[in-house]
């Protein structure tokens, strides 16, 4: 891997970038300008949140470089020899785990596919449903009475098999049957 070394900027202070990955410095960039943190607590959160220091100890050394920001969040100054600034809500959004770029924009629903044309009414709501879907519809009362018959033998047979059940554990403890004394019961 080829290192590259820089020159060193004359009459420059040691600012650093403090994002992670960042080996920005102004000794070495003379054409990166470092931004301080917005006085505004919440602002100052996004900003801590996006470059992935949320501990990060903020003091007025704390500078986060031009190349974080979008082109059109940084001022180019007026004069020869002013400063860059950003502008107000300005944050940082180019990383190296992003390779500097914001990637494309997802497309909204409606940009996806095409809006229905027709209005639907309530009622008609109830007649698209009613035809796509069987979970709208109710069931025809003729099933509703055999699946209540069947219910029914179900629990006659679920009775029946208790009390065989029934029998066969008390033969079991007991040792012997015990049939003529539950009919004579029943």
């Known amino acids: 891997m080829k290192r590259f070394t820089f020159q060193r900027c004359e009459g420059t202070t040691a600012e ?15 054409t990166i300008s470092f931004h301080t943190f917005p006085s ?21 050394h704390t500078r986060v470089c031009s190349r974080h920001f979008v082109s059109e969040e940084v001022t180019e100054p007026a004069e020869v020899g002013g400063k860059r600034r950003l502008k107000p809500g300005a944050v940082p959004v180019l990383f190296p785990w992003n ?3 914001l990637g494309v924009r997802r497309l909204w629903v409606w940009e ?37 018959c069947k219910n029914e033998s179900l629990r006659e047979e679920i009775v029946q098999l208790k009390q065989q059940l029934e ?5 079991h403890t007991l040792g012997y049957s015990l049939d003529g004394v539950l009919c004579a019961i029943q």
Do not use: M
């Open 40 to 60: 505004d607590d919440q602002q100052r959160k996004r900003w801590s949140i996006n470059i992935r220091r949320v501990n990060l100890i903020i003091s007025h």
């Open 99 to 101: 390779n500097y770029s």
């Open 16 to 30: 650093h970038c403090c994002v992670p990955q960042c080996l920005s410095s102004a000794k070495f960039y003379s």
């Open 112 to 148: 996806r596919k095409e809006k229905p044309e027709s209005v639907v009414t309530g009622e008609d709501v109830g007649a698209i449903c009613a035809n796509n879907y069987d979970y709208c519809a109710s069931p025809d009362p003729v099933f509703v009475d055999i699946a209540l």
């Open 167 to 171: 029998q066969l554990s008390l033969k």
